[in-house]
């Protein structure tokens, strides 16, 4: 079955930690995002890659980091940098040249809480 | 600044129509889609509209006014499986989605 992985469900973490999310898809899709979401609040993109070995900063990007070493994986740092690291991350991806539509594939999404 | 607004909440019982608007101001402007996520899931795609008018898909329809940079989301029959959040998001001149702050629906028996 095609489709995006994201591992774990849940986390959770001691302050002054660095944690990192896991995000994959076999949809061969070119581009991947990372989006935050507070409760009740809309989705805040963080990092996005349209090609591999090459990334872009969004909106909130401080306090985290990013790669894109394969097509496939687009795996999220969460750093001690990063204030209010406690929210619920999406990982999505889109094939690039049909992305008209503005249909963005998401994961499940993992929940991280710092302790 | 980008900003695409839309009402916090809405009520109605099952069976009744109902409306979500979303105005947007963002810089350039290349569609206008609608996302559904239920509380605990991942958002997943309902609808687009690149140009001005009324897309239907089922009981889902979804309409854009470009001049007026407005677009909603009518949804009909409602069900209860519809109580969820629902996201208008623009796709800018950067390549990059952004959505509006969400609308959440409750659907009563």
């Known amino acids: 079955d095609g489709g995006i992985t994201q591992s774990p469900k849940y986390l959770f973490r001691k302050e002054g930690q660095n944690v990192t999310l896991s995000c994959e898809q076999n949809?061969?899709?070119?581009?991947m995002y990372w989006y935050r979401q507070d409760p009740g609040q809309g989705l805040r993109l963080i990092y996005y890659?349209?090609?591999?070995?090459?990334?872009q900063k969004g909106d909130i990007a401080e306090g985290y980091s990013v790669s894109r070493e394969k097509k496939e994986s687009f795996p999220l740092t969460v750093t001690s940098a990063q204030k209010n690291p406690t929210a619920f991350y999406l990982c999505?991806?889109?094939?690039?040249?049909?992305?008209?539509?503005?249909?963005?594939?998401f994961g499940p999404g993992t929940r991280l809480t710092v302790l | 600044g980008q900003s695409l607004e839309q009402p916090s909440e809405v009520t109605a019982v099952e069976g009744a129509i109902v409306q979500i608007n979303c105005t947007y101001q963002t810089s350039g402007f290349y569609g206008l889609s609608w996302y559904q996520q239920h509380d605990g899931g991942a958002p997943t795609f309902l609808s687009y509209n690149a140009l001005d008018g009324l897309e239907e898909t089922g009981r889902f329809s979804s309409f854009l006014s470009r001049s007026d940079s407005y677009g909603y989301l009518l949804l009909q029959e409602l069900q209860m499986k519809d109580s969820a959040s629902y996201f208008c998001?623009?796709?800018?001149?950067?390549?990059?989605?952004?959505f509006g702050t969400g609308t959440r629906l409750q659907v009563f028996p």
């Open positions: 998001a623009v796709r800018d001149d950067t390549d990059k989605l952004i």
């Open positions: 999505a991806s889109t094939p690039i040249g049909t992305s008209g539509r503005n249909e963005q594939f």
């Open positions: 949809l061969n899709h070119d581009a």
């Open positions: 890659s349209q090609i591999v070995n090459d990334f």
